[in-house]
């Protein structure tokens, strides 16, 4: 009976540490940045998997015409093949974090391997832009524990996830991706989409691209302005000092 009770209780652990390891606001394994106080009248968008043809640069016409700055979190091996696109996004003023170099999911590697996969998606961003004051990681499908931040912390770089997803990654629809925004906005989320997909590059995200426009529009003329993560960032440590 004790035996079945602790191995039930060791279950339930494992299962508790396992959801945690994956939940985007979890912060059982050390501080990660998931927005701004609720209410704030901020938001701030945010792009995995890229570079991404064409899919990036149409992002990037959307969000000049709305005067609107972003960050992308770039997969490494994308950026050694595309560094043109990069390069656009940097002069555009969006802010650029680290994706890893291969996507993999980070729970199931070593040290070494967690170590590996984010120098050298840096030394790839480090190639197109100046290293950046406040340095950002995202780890692939959120996946995380303690290694993983540690090694991230110890290369420099600030760990981002986000609160709310617009699983463009299977949206029918851009409707499907703004409803998921319009029915979780309170103000200073940080939300989620994608311009390239980890499986490989050309990912069709032709509707992350509308429902981009359409948030965007509808957010600002109900008086949400857009941020950057480190413009978040900023922020939060003036306003906690
Ligand atoms: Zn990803």
Redo the contacts with the bound molecule.
């Keep these: 009976m004790l035996g079945a009770l602790a191995s039930a209780a060791g279950v339930a652990a494992a299962a508790s540490a396992g959801y945690q390891s994956m939940s985007p606001t979890g912060q059982w394994f050390g501080k990660t940045f998931t927005g701004l106080p609720a209410g704030t009248r901020q938001l701030a968008l945010t792009y ?2 890229g570079p991404n043809d064409p899919y990036t640069l149409r992002l990037l016409e959307v969000l000049a015409r709305r005067d609107v700055r972003a960050t992308f979190f770039l997969i490494g091996r994308y950026v050694r093949q595309r560094p043109g696109i990069v390069q656009e996004l940097v002069k555009a003023g969006h802010a650029i974090g680290n ?1 890893t170099f291969t ?1 993999p999911l980070l729970i199931f590697k070593t040290k070494a391997q967690i170590r590996r996969e984010i120098v050298d998606c840096e030394s790839a961003l480090t190639e197109i832009r100046p290293v950046p004051q406040l340095p950002l990681f995202r780890p ?2 959120g996946g995380r524990r303690p290694e993983v931040l540690r090694v991230a912390r110890e290369v420099g770089l600030q760990p981002v996830m986000w609160t709310i997803a617009g699983y463009d990654w299977k949206a029918p629809s851009a409707e499907y991706i703004e409803e998921k925004l319009v029915r979780n906005v309170r103000g200073g989320e940080v939300v989620l989409l994608h311009d390239g997909g ?1 499986k490989n590059f050309g990912a069709d995200r032709s509707r992350t691209v509308e429902a981009t426009a359409n948030s965007i529009k509808r957010y600002q003329s109900e008086g949400y302005k857009f941020v950057t993560i480190p413009e978040m960032i900023t922020q939060q440590q003036v306003s906690s000092h």
Excluded: R
């Design positions: 995995d998997d994706h996507h692939p499908f980890h």
